[in-house]
Nanobody
Framework: EVQRVVSGGGLLHPGGPLKFSCAAS????????MSWVRQAPGMGSAWVSA????????YQTDSVKGRFTISRDNAKNTLYLQMNSLKPEDTAVYYC??????????????????WGQGTQVTVSS
């Protein structure tokens, strides 16, 4: 399973930084593209950011560009999400997920087959 290790989750003020990590244990982490997906209150899940397995190229949804950074350490089987300049609209449960497909259909959530447990982030003044 994809286990989740979170540092700094919970209730944060707008503008604050936060970093997540996600440790994978049952698949060859370095062989797969990985993503962060979030689910805001009362909303469906939405893709946030992805990182390719080999070259490490990253992609983000427009609402987080310039604020969130996805990274990975294949030697540690760990995925990270650095979140800066947090906004109340970033309030959501955040999940790491393993992309099972090829290409870059990262927004298609049916293309993920392993998910972390999720952790709540609340941004409020």
């Amino acid at each position: 399973e994809v286990q989740r290790v979170v540092s700094g989750g919970g209730l944060l003020h707008p503008g604050g930084p936060l970093k997540f990590s996600c440790a994978a244990s049952v698949f060859t982490f370095g062989s797969y593209d990985m993503s962060w997906v979030r689910q805001a209150p009362g909303m469906g899940s939405a893709w946030v950011s992805a990182i390719k397995s080999g070259c490490g190229t990253t992609y983000q949804t427009d609402s987080v560009k310039g604020r969130f950074t996805i990274s990975r350490d294949n030697a540690k089987n760990t995925l990270y999400l650095q979140m800066n300049s947090l906004k109340p609209e970033d309030t959501a449960v955040y999940y790491c997920a393993k992309f099972k497909g090829t290409g870059m259909y990262y927004r298609d959530l049916a293309m993920y087959d392993y998910w972390g447990q999720g952790t709540q982030v609340t941004v409020s003044s």
